[in-house]
């Protein structure tokens, strides 16, 4: 860009002392620059400024800290240099101090390079005389004669919208300076107001959905947005809201506006936080499990909801905006990543795709944890997939005080002095119990003598520390380890809670022994496992080993790579045609593994249950 100029950063790594020097453009976050100098910085949340889990020491010329870095760093830590690498940029020479203690989780192998942009999306400047007319069958073929000579592409036709767009401004007799926005071969826009041409890759999970807000022209994110999916009251799973929609036409009917709803309003609030106006979107990129693919397209899960469990169509037309009544430009291009099979769709169809481009041949095991839980096996060339339905637990759905992983989710925790300590995201009070948060509390219970391995919380009596026996309430299955207080209310984590997390714990444990076995390896040919999603990229691998949810031998190889479904998604949105291809050959080399009536899954299952392996 113009006007940029080269700034000197300066890192220190300890504990060694060493000293590398990057030259960066002016305006780079320290989180890319260290990446670009080939240092490895935990981000869990993809650089969004939403974990604080990116410090880092730093002095010079630097940008301000913003509200988000003085709520998560509070003022004391900034009054001692700390700063969140996402949020801070170099204004000027900057030395950073690199602790290889700030990159003590393991790190996936991955190509940090650019991101390929290669959208076949495109604008282009046109400037056009009456008179050019003259020669041309219409005024149709006139416009993409233009277009072809301002861009270098060969549109063949020019749709009604656009035609009407120019005709109602081109005055009889002048030249029209306007622009086209091109779509493969077809003018689907003509604008005259100067402005950008953006994208939005959509993950609808089962729990979330999270939009991305894309520059076409550049690659560059510019917006985020997230929030509940509002099909929740029709279930918490997808077994539950394929029962209500194949049964009941109004719920169906009722789910698909919800959710078109939802994404609409997500993609209005990521517009406007950067103050883009929505019309300029012309791109849509969705995934999501196979459930979530048909009822935002309002197609009846029937073929799902019994034997042999396929989806209605694997592969979906590209619709127009205005059709599913999404506040984007009219003509807009909106599709669905094709599904992979059964109850395995797009999402992780999407991080395959992510995984694929940007990691080496490594044996890998890759868990999108959420309430589909979807799991891959990238191994020798071969990948298998399955999924299993989890539950909501993971997602903090179905647990007394569950909330998501946003601020004043209790995400973490530990037995410290005899007693649990508690982490909040964002350092506020606490307001309810996370996925991560969770899996902590209970591992930690479990490692207190305060939870047997039946997943019974014990009598006070029981209980060797007198700290946590003093938080054990009620009796039986009303039994409960109160946590905190929090906006007027008693955090606690019940009985019920943990049988849930066993659910949950259980269903992955045995899908994953089972694509293992059916690659003819075992846990310890794992080289990494890699764990996608909100859940996955907070999760203390220690705390799944203690649950029993991952075996000991992936110590030291579990690995979060936050939410992978919706990073795949964006590349495959910029990466235009080359990358849609890449992702239908992937799709043809995939293997799936059923497990729905599979008795060797349903004896696993059952095995891990329990705490303690039987």
């Known amino acids: 860009m113009d006007g940029e100029r080269d700034v000197l950063i300066r890192i220190i790594s300890a504990p060694k002392g060493d000293n590398s020097e990057i030259s960066v453009k002016e305006g780079m976050s320290l989180l890319e620059a260290l990446r670009e100098a080939g240092f ?120 009604e919208e656009a035609l009407k767009a120019v005709s109602s401004a081109w005055e009889p007799g002048k030249s029209i300076a306007c622009a086209a926005i091109l779509c493969d071969e077809e003018i689907i826009a003509i604008e005259q107001k100067e402005s950008g041409i953006y994208g939005v890759a959509c993950d609808i999970g089962t729990t979330t959905i999270a939009c991305y807000l894309l520059d076409l022209a550049t690659g560059d994110e510019l917006g985020t947005s997230s929030g509940m999916n509002p099909q929740a009251p029709f279930g918490s799973d997808v077994i539950s809201r394929i029962s209500r929609a194949a049964d009941d036409p109004k719920a169906l009917e009722a789910m698909t506006a ?29 995934v999501g499990n196979s459930c979530m ?18 989806p209605a169509v694997r592969d979906s037309k590209a619709h127009r905006a205005k059709d599913l009544g999404i506040p984007v430009a009219p003509d807009a291009r909106v599709r669905f990543l094709p599904l992979i099979a059964s109850f395995v769709g797009s999402d992780m169809l999407a991080l395959l795709y992510l995984i694929e481009s940007s990691f080496d041949g490594k044996s890998r095991l890759v868990m999108d944890l959420g309430t589909n839980g979807e799991i891959g096996l990238m191994h020798d060339g071969k ?20 909330m998501r992983a946003t601020d004043g989710a209790i995400g973490g925790a530990r037995l410290a002095g005899g007693d649990i300590e508690l982490d909040v995201i964002g350092g506020s009070a606490p307001k309810g119990l996370c996925g991560s948060g969770l899996l902590d509390v209970v591992a930690a219970l479990l490692r207190a003598g305060a939870i047997d391995s039946t997943g019974r919380i014990l009598p006070r009596e029981s209980v060797p520390y007198r700290a946590i026996a003093s938080r054990i309430e009620g009796d039986g299955r009303e039994r409960r380890v109160f946590l905190a207080s929090g906006e007027g209310k008693r955090l606690c984590l019940t009985q019920n809670d943990v049988r849930e997390l066993q659910l949950a714990k259980a269903a992955i444990r045995a899908a994953s022994e089972i694509l293992l076995e059916r690659a003819g390896l075992k846990w310890q040919d794992v080289e990494e496992c890699l764990l996608s999603g909100a859940f ?77 392996e039987k």
């Open 40 to 159: 490895s910085l935990y981000a869990p949340c993809g650089g969004n400024g939403s974990c604080g889990k990116c410090q880092i020491r730093a002095e010079g010329k630097l940008s301000p800290p913003d509200e988000v870095e003085t709520k998560l760093i509070g003022q004391k830590g900034l009054d001692l240099g700390r700063r969140l690498a996402c949020r801070a940029k170099a204004l000027g020479d900057v030395t950073v101090y690199f602790s290889f203690e700030d990159t003590s989780k393991p790190k996936a192998q991955v190509d940090i390079s650019r991101v390929e942009v290669n959208s076949d999306i495109w604008k282009t400047k046109l400037l056009i005389d009456w008179k050019d007319l003259g020669g041309a069958a219409d005024a149709a073929e006139s416009l993409c004669r233009a277009a072809t000579s301002a861009s270098g592409k060969a549109p063949t036709a020019i749709n």
């Open 258 to 286: 919800a959710v078109r709803l939802k994404v609409s309003t997500l993609i209005e609030e990521a517009a406007r936080s950067v103050d883009i106006p929505p019309e300029s979107i012309y791109d849509l990129l969705l």
């Open 293 to 310: 693919h048909h009822l935002f397209f309002g197609l009846r899960p029937i073929y799902l909801s019994r034997k042999p469990f396929i």
């Open 383 to 402: 990948i298998f997939v399955t999924s299993t339905a989890a539950g909501p637990a993971f997602e903090g759905g179905r647990i007394s005080c569950g």
């Open 536 to 612: 996955g990229s907070f999760l203390s691998p220690q705390s799944a080993i203690a649950v029993g949810m991952m075996p000991a031998e992936l110590e030291g190889h579990a690995i979060p790579i936050g939410n992978g479904a919706g990073e795949g998604c964006k590349r495959i949105l910029l990466g235009g045609k080359k990358a849609w291809d890449a992702v239908r050959i992937l799709r043809e080399k995939i293997r799936h593994i059923p497990l729905e009536g599979y008795p060797e899954f349903e004896k696993r299952f059952f095995q891990y249950m329990p705490f303690k």
